[in-house]
């Protein structure tokens, strides 16, 4: 096995899908000749020729909507939005097309969808949300969220081979911070979530650049034995690996970088309070964005994104309740 | 006294939930009233503080008789009598439901958590050492240490005092179901006079049918008993009083064992109305409320002719015993492969293995008489043995 970083990692799942299958193509804004604004494809263009990496005008609604046909056509695209926070010009295709065109004709949309997201690194409100619950909340499309660089390269992997429209979300702060073991090869990681630490006393639920924040905050608490869930998949969720997890250790906290209202996390904490509330020994809390943009100031930003220190104070309440 | 489903002329009471000083809902459970082999829950007419009780638990009353008196013009908010002043501690889901498990009061139980809160792993730390005492707890007294202990004949001796036999009887005596099901049983026996008829059913068809449509025989059985009760209508009837009475629609009464607790036999009105699959359906959901314990007085009414299936347990013939007022009753047992005589393709004898089962009507030899009960036992089987 080799050390990647996470970024790596996608470059590789996305390389090796590509040299298996000539369905696979790559299209997006300075993914071509550029190498992608964060070179997750740099070299592809050299290797696998204008045919299959794509570089495509400033227009999200154009890529999607190119895309949901391509893969009606029996194709297998995957679409780089250039910053998460860009998908929103290409929301209607993906909510109103590609989410439904299999419950409306039977179609599968075949698409991938991949996301940078997330902040913490001073992008500003433009270059640094977390927008999927937007999709959550749309039958038909999945997402999935990598925290690791072995789970960045098989969820990839995994998303580009699942029939369904599948919403990749890459945490841009993991990119070059995260290294880690990946294996050789095509591998898929299952849409299901992972105990990344077990414990007895705790459960924190959280995915993406949260299960870093949740493991480090939960590191040393007085001795405390946390169990640290890492949600991988957020429609599907994982239901049954999220109530066995609060099943045993009775304490729920939800770890969620995005927005607090309607968020994924939102989702965990209702499901946890309707199937496992016989269990539970607490309230089930949240540590998540407040409602507002993410500011460009970096002691602003720290001040809103969930912090190691905020998350840390949450686990001990709960612990001590 | 409410009236407890159509027909019930009384009822008893079983078990007050409220006493004297109690505080009492509108709506809320007072008593457990009994008819038949039923409880039901009597919700409070009014709201307020229960004055007094006129009739003791026991005792049977008719409907309409006075049962308590709430004293209305009480006010909500004053503690009930069974109620403590102290403001009532709050436990988790989590923490309540193991303390349920394991019987243990919370009162009692210095909590850890913020405030004293009572936490899981208080309960959790409370069986465990619970657990440890149980175990450390001294076994049997060395016989030399105690003065009242037995001593040995010899001090080599392997005598040792046998440990007192266990007591078997219950002190809880016999269940209200029980007790109604030995009276039924008993009565029946003292008024009809009861004979029993077998016949020896190929049940191949039923075998087939029943499969394809992914159910029990007994669906089959009753849908042809039902059809056969339509010719051989003096099995479709009641002693009313001193009266014998015929009925135009079957009534059918399914025995459901309640396991140690009894039997039940709830009543598929109108059983003439539904095919095999709708009885099917209706019997399924009657032995659910009927095991859960959800059956009305109603559910267990006017039954006009009775199907017992202890068959399922592996028995090949039974004698049983009828249902007061009805006349009949259809036992099912075993479907059990044998070795018979039948007809081959050039009209010779052949031996073939078959699944035979063994249908038993017992019937009130009042009402009718063998040569009818032995047509209408020849009706179905010949309804089972053609079933498409």
């Known amino acids: ?321 | 006294m409410p009236q407890m489903g159509v027909s019930a002329a009384e009822g008893t009471l079983a078990e007050w939930r409220k006493q004297p000083g109690d505080w009492v809902a509108y709506e809320e459970t007072i008593c457990l009233i009994s008819t038949d082999k039923i409880d039901t829950d009597v919700p409070s007419p009014a709201a307020g503080r229960v004055a007094e009780l006129v009739v003791p638990e026991g005792e049977t009353v008719e409907v309409g008789a006075v049962l308590a008196r709430i004293a209305t013009d009480a006010r909500p908010g004053e503690p009930h009598a069974s109620e403590r002043v102290v403001a009532p501690r709050r436990y988790s889901p989590v923490v309540a439901r193991m303390a349920a498990e394991h019987g243990i009061d919370l009162e009692r139980v210095a909590g850890t958590g913020r405030d004293g809160r009572v936490r899981k792993q208080d309960i959790v730390a409370l069986l465990a050492r619970e657990q440890e005492t149980a175990q450390d707890a001294p076994s049997p007294a060395p016989v030399e240490q105690g003065e009242s202990e037995e001593p040995p004949l010899h001090i080599e001796s392997p005598y040792r005092a046998d440990d007192p036999a266990p007591v078997v009887a219950s002190t809880e005596g016999l269940s209200r179901m029980r007790r109604a099901i030995g009276e039924h049983m008993k009565r029946s026996q003292e008024t009809a006079a009861t004979v029993t008829t077998w016949i020896e059913v190929d049940f191949s068809r039923v075998e087939t049918v029943r499969r394809r449509l992914g159910m029990t025989a007994l669906p089959l059985v009753a849908r042809a008993t039902i059809e056969s009760l339509a010719i051989f209508g003096s099995l479709n009837a009641t002693w009313d009083g001193d009266t014998f009475v015929r009925h135009d629609a079957v009534h059918m009464g399914i025995a459901v064992s309640l396991g140690e607790d009894g039997l039940i036999v709830p009543i598929i009105r109108d059983s003439q109305d539904l095919s095999a699959e709708g009885l099917a359906k209706r019997i399924k959901d009657l032995a659910r409320r009927a095991r859960k314990g959800e059956l009305t007085p109603d559910d267990v009414r006017d039954g006009t002719f009775t199907i017992t299936n202890p068959g399922q347990f592996g028995s090949v013939m039974a004698t049983p015993i009828i249902h007061q007022p009805q006349v009949g009753i259809l036992d099912i047992e075993a479907v059990v492969k044998r070795p018979v005589v039948v007809t081959g393709p050039d009209g010779e004898d052949v031996i073939a293995i078959r699944p035979i089962c063994i249908l038993g009507l017992s019937w009130d030899h009042r009402a009718l008489d063998g040569a009818q009960a032995a047509s209408f036992l020849a009706e179905l089987k010949q309804r089972l043995e053609s079933l498409v």
């Open chain 1, 1 to 321: 096995m080799a050390t990647m970083t996470y970024l790596q990692a996608i470059s590789d799942g996305l390389r090796t899908e590509m040299r298996a299958d000539e369905r696979v193509f790559v299209m997006g804004e300075d993914i071509g000749v550029f190498g992608g604004a964060f070179k997750v494809t740099d070299g592809f263009l050299d290797e696998f020729g204008p045919t299959r990496v794509m570089d495509t005008p400033l227009a999200e609604s154009g890529i999607v909507g190119t895309a949901v046909g391509a893969a009606v056509a029996g194709l297998r695209p995957v679409c780089e939005m250039q910053f998460a926070d860009f998908v929103s010009c290409g929301f209607d295709q993906l909510v109103n097309v590609a989410g439904k065109l299999y419950y409306r004709q039977g179609l599968p949309v075949n698409v991938t969808v991949r996301l940078p997201s997330g902040g913490g690194f001073g992008g500003g409100p433009f270059h640094s949300q977390n927008p999927e619950a937007w999709f959550m909340h749309a039958p038909g499309l999945k997402v999935v969220a990598p925290s690791t660089p072995e789970d960045a390269k098989g969820l990839l992997i995994a998303s580009i081979r699942d029939r369904n429209p599948v919403l990749y979300m890459e945490h841009k702060h993991l990119y070059r911070r995260i290294k880690g073991e990946v294996p050789e090869g095509a591998y898929e990681t299952p849409f299901r979530a992972r105990v990344a630490r077990e414990g007895t006393d705790l459960t924190v639920l959280a995915y993406g650049a949260m299960v870093h924040v949740a493991l480090e905050a939960t590191e040393d608490l007085d001795g405390a034995s946390v169990e640290v869930v890492d949600l991988r998949s957020l429609k599907p969720l994982d239901e049954e690996a999220i109530l066995a997890s609060v099943r045993k250790t009775s304490k729920a906290l939800v770890v969620d970088e995005a927005n607090r209202t309607c968020a994924a996390g939102a989702e965990v904490a209702a499901l946890i309070a309707e199937r496992a509330f016989e269990d539970l020994d607490g309230p089930v809390r949240r540590v998540a964005t407040p409602d507002v943009p993410i500011p460009f100031s970096p002691p602003l930003e720290a001040a809103v994104l969930p912090s190691v220190e905020r998350v840390r104070e949450a686990a001990r309440e709960l612990l001590e309740y």
